[in-house]
Structure formats: structure tokens, C-alpha cells
């Protein structure tokens, strides 16, 4: 694996919630160039759920606790 995840399993399935939900309710509801924005912000938060790694957690030096990791 190329990388740690950094993200818990509570935190990861939250992310991919709102972020979908977030992406949603923005192509449905919200125009323009500020929709597309926060598609893609909420993209963003489902991806880093999915994958269970943060960049910004890991530049803020974020890491799980070794029992707590995940495969």
C-alpha cells in the first residue's frame, strides 16, 4: 500500500455521507459556477472517506492509533 490511512471507520463513513449528500443537493439545487464548487468539494470529502487517507490530516501530522487501523 502506497499510503497510511489516517482516517477512523466512525469518521471515514461520515465523510462519505455528507459528501455525497453535499454533492447531491448541489447538482440539484445550485447553479453555476458556485454549484460545481461545492461538487466538487463535497467529491472531495466522499474520496478522502473512501479511501481513508486526508492529505491535510496527514500534513497536520494526524495518525490512528495502531490498534485502531484498518487494512
Not at 458556485?34 to 461538487?39: D, F, H, P, R
Amino acid at each position: 500500500m502506497l499510503y497510511v490511512k489516517n482516517l477512523p471507520m466512525w469518521e471515514r463513513s461520515l465523510r462519505i455521507g455528507l459528501g455525497t449528500a453535499t454533492a447531491a443537493y448541489a447538482v440539484l439545487n445550485i447553479g453555476g459556477v458556485l454549484g460545481w464548487a461545492i461538487v466538487a468539494g463535497g467529491a472531495h470529502a466522499a474520496l478522502t472517506g473512501i479511501f481513508g487517507f486526508c492529505p491535510a490530516c496527514a500534513l497536520a501530522g494526524r495518525r490512528l492509533e495502531k490498534r485502531t487501523q484498518q487494512e
